[in-house]
């Protein structure tokens, strides 16, 4: 049998003799739980401690980083997710099923996100309006509303802006 080839071939030697008793590197703080650490002599750049738990933060935080502003590690990111959900075609159903809270929250967001998106189109495209902002409250109510709605002359589409807290009038 050839162990020099294929995955074999990259075995990364894992023991270094006796490197352990220059580790003279000033302690630092992590960045994640403020605890001192003292660095390893192989990360010098070390700021994250080696705990499980920041070492998982660092972890997620540098490919969140990398996936924002590395369109190649992007790509590659997505290619392996959908590698992975070909091979787990099942897992994302039944996660679905068990867990509808999820789903719903999802729902919600990706409804907020199309709406977002629609605003912006309609920015771009000159055919929002700058409204002015007023304490009232406008309800439409009543059977004939749906014929409103259908009518393209009236509203097609209610949106709703958190509105800003107006200036405080101070007295005396
Ligand atoms: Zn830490």
Known sequence: MNFNSGRQGLRIRTSIPNRES????????????AENFVPSIFHHAQNVCSSP????????????ARYCSDSEYRLICRESDRKWRDCHSNYQ???RQQ?????E???RAQHRRDRKRKVKDLVKNNLAFDVKSASADVWLVGPQLGDLVKNNLAISEIMIFQTVAAPEVRSG
């Open 105 to 107: 929250q999802n729902r």
């Open 99 to 103: 867990h509808p809270a999820y789903v």
């Open 93 to 95: 159903r039944n996660y």
């Open 22 to 33: 220059k580790m003279a590197a000033e302690p630092r703080r992590c960045r994640y739980c």
């Open 53 to 64: 738990e920041c070492q998982k933060r660092r972890k997620r935080d540098d490919h969140r």
